[in-house]
């Protein structure tokens, strides 16, 4: 199973990006939705997520409310960030994941798509 992320590039700051994840497995089968970053020297962090049943409960880091939403299309099978206000320290590698549910939980991650904050 392969993510497929899209939509990063190079953007000024208090500029805005929307990422997008392509995830070819059924959504009654995830129970985490998320899209994580890592800048460079940096740990990976999660930034927003989607869980539960319905993917509706949403947890983002404090430093980003208000910024940064987290949405799943599910006619489109995908999981999108729209990122607003984007600052300097915004960049970085942005990945998608998703999380299947149950006993036999397995893990995916997209390939990474670069997000730079630079004027």
């Known amino acids: 199973v392969q993510l497929q992320a899209s939509g990063g590039g190079l953007v000024q700051p208090g500029g805005s990006l929307r990422l997008s994840c392509a995830v070819p497995i059924s959504f009654y089968s995830i129970n985490v939705m998320a899209w994580q970053r890592q800048a460079p020297g940096k740990q990976r962090e999660t930034v927003p997520s989607?869980?539960?049943?319905?993917?509706?409960?949403?947890s983002y880091l404090d430093s980003l409310q208000g910024r940064f939403t987290i949405s799943k299309n599910d006619a489109k099978q995908t999981v999108d960030l729209q990122m607003n206000s984007l600052k300097p320290e915004d960049t970085a590698v942005y990945y998608c994941y998703v999380q299947t549910a149950g006993p036999s939980s397995v893990s995916y991650w997209g390939q990474g798509t670069l997000v730079t904050v630079s004027s």
């Open positions: 989607l869980s539960g049943l319905t993917l509706q409960a949403t």
